[in-house]
């Protein structure tokens, strides 16, 4: 069994900064992509950045330059630092993993709330 759980998300006012973190546990062999999706209501959940097990990252245009993801492959874990927020980034931030144990399957947190005040 895996389990994400994110931590991190509250309130803040535009033009501040959140990090967000993830851990990733259970009977973990090796974990592949990491990613940070958002999602609004009512709309598709939206790819944020994706960081690769060897550390190569894409972004969304939308976050290029104020977002940055990183992972810490010892301790199963991968985070966003999100700066220069906008109202626009108000959304449930989830984390998603590409994780091998007996087989290769796609793993999803709980989500976290994110709301920047205008």
């Known amino acids: 069994q895996v389990q994400l759980v994110e931590s991190g998300g509250g309130l803040v006012q535009a033009g501040g900064s959140l990090r967000l973190s993830c851990a990733a546990s259970?009977?973990?062999?090796?974990?592949?992509?990491m990613s940070w999706y958002r999602q609004v209501p009512g709309k598709q959940r939206e790819l944020v950045a994706r960081?690769?097990?060897?550390?190569?990252?894409n972004y969304a245009d939308s976050v290029k330059g104020r977002f940055t993801i990183s992972r810490d492959n010892a301790k199963n874990t991968v985070s966003l630092q999100m700066s220069s927020l906008r109202f626009e980034d108000t959304a449930v931030y989830y984390c998603k993993a590409i994780i091998k144990t007996t087989y290769l399957g796609q793993y999803w947190g709980q989500g976290t709330q994110v709301t920047v005040s205008s």
């Open positions: 259970g009977s973990i062999i090796s974990i592949n992509d």
């Open positions: 960081i690769s097990s060897s550390g190569t990252t």
